[in-house]
Each structure stands twice: as structure tokens, then as C-alpha cells.
């Protein structure tokens, strides 16, 4: 008696089969995001506070400018000071 078309014998052949990988689908559309307008506000502080930070604390522009005001003997005059005294208070909210 004779058997054929099992196979071969050897058991590691089976292994050796390798199944082909899927084509990768494409997505119907395109990718997108939506970003929130806390995030947009929030981005926009952070931005802010990246500005102060990096700005120079002392701007001798206007050191120059005040101590050529200064110079002047004119300049502190009564009207001057009260205008300073105001806007310091109004800056307090007196």
C-alpha cells in the first residue's frame, strides 16, 4: 500500500511559510487637529510671558531721558509733582 499527497515530513517546513503583510489602508481623509480657545489663550500668556522674560530689565534709553529731564531745574515744578502724585495714586486706584 502506497500514501501519497500528505505532505512533506518534515515538520519545520510548515514554519518556514511566511504570510504576506497587509497593504497599510489609507485613512479616508486627511489629519487634523482643533485646538480650543483656552489652549489659543493660554498659548498666547505663555507667549507673553516668554517676551517679559527675555526683555532687558533696564532700558537706558529712558534713564538717559530722565536724567536730562532731571538736568533741567524747570522740570520739578509744582505742576509736575502733582501730576506724579496723581497718576501714582490713580495707579493704586486712590
Known amino acids: 500500500m502506497t500514501v501519497e499527497g500528505v505532505g512533506p515530513v518534515d515538520p519545520v517546513s510548515n514554519l518556514k511559510?511566511?504570510?504576506?503583510a497587509d497593504k497599510p489602508r489609507k485613512a479616508p481623509g486627511a489629519d487634523s487637529?482643533?485646538?480650543s480657545a483656552e489652549a489659543k489663550s493660554a498659548?498666547?500668556?505663555y507667549h507673553a510671558k516668554e517676551l517679559v522674560k527675555n526683555s532687558p530689565?533696564?532700558?537706558?534709553?529712558?534713564?538717559?531721558e530722565v536724567k536730562k529731564k532731571l538736568e533741567d531745574p524747570n522740570y520739578l515744578s509744582?505742576?509736575?509733582l502733582s501730576d506724579v502724585a496723581d497718576r501714582i495714586m490713580?495707579?493704586?486706584g486712590i
Open 17 to 20: 511559510k511566511v504570510d504576506r
Open 33 to 35: 487637529i482643533q485646538v
Open 43 to 45: 498659548a498666547e500668556v
Open 57 to 64: 530689565d533696564v532700558r537706558a534709553d529712558r534713564i538717559a
Open 78 to 80: 509744582d505742576e509736575m
Open 90 to 92: 490713580d495707579s493704586f
